[in-house]
């Protein structure tokens, strides 16, 4: 009996021995997981047709202005580059015109610029006449204008590039200073022409002005334009 007490006091020692104490049992972790925070729905203002017609029309007259203004600008250019052609760049540029291609017109009249180089009388020195459809009449500057009577007939005599003429006179005209102006046909050649042309002369005059009389059924004019026609020869 004293050894089976003895074994029994042992085996509940032991099993004391065996259980953990209160201190390291570790306790369950629970993971706390954060829930999201909810936002309200906000919802945009619905837009109504009335106003997308106004934003329409207002888009579109945007585009419009922006039109007017590049081609306002683009007129402005144009200008500019108008008024900066003077007669020395001009007749630098036409240099390089193909007369046979631009110095007539589909009709077969010729074009003339703002001067053009003529052939006058017997003279072999080329001329540079100005062309001036508004003017009735062509007139040329002349030296000692003298006139006399020949068979009952009004003759002038006169100078014109260092040679001596003397010519019927056809018809007379007022200057603005009621001086009485003779009219004469001298030959001239302007291009492929070879024609008889009425001119006033104008006694201490210079050059050569070529009218609507000389033009009218021949020869248009392109104002932008110098020295179309060839020189005649």
Known sequence: MKKTAVGLLALSLFGCAQQPS?????????SITAQP????????????????????????????????????QALAAIEVTT??????????????????ASSKTKDGML????HEWV??????????AYIDPKSSTSRVGVKNLVEFERNGDNWVKFVFQGKEYKYPVEAWSKADNNTRLPIVLLRTKLGDR????EYQLIDGGKGVVLGENFMRDIAIQNGQRKYVQPKAK
């Open 22 to 30: 209160l201190k390291d049992q570790s306790q369950p972790t629970v």
């Open 37 to 72: 925070t909810a936002k309200p729905l906000v919802f945009a203002s619905m837009v109504t047709a009335a106003e997308m017609q106004a934003a329409a029309k207002a888009q579109t007259i945007a585009a419009e202005k922006k039109a007017h203004r590049v081609k306002k």
């Open 83 to 100: 008024d900066k052609i003077t007669a020395s760049t001009a007749s630098k540029k036409l240099t390089t015109v193909n007369h046979k």
């Open 119 to 128: 052939l006058m009388l017997s003279g072999s020195k080329h001329i540079s």
């Open 194 to 197: 070879n024609d008889e042309v």
């Open 111 to 114: 074009v003339l610029g703002h």
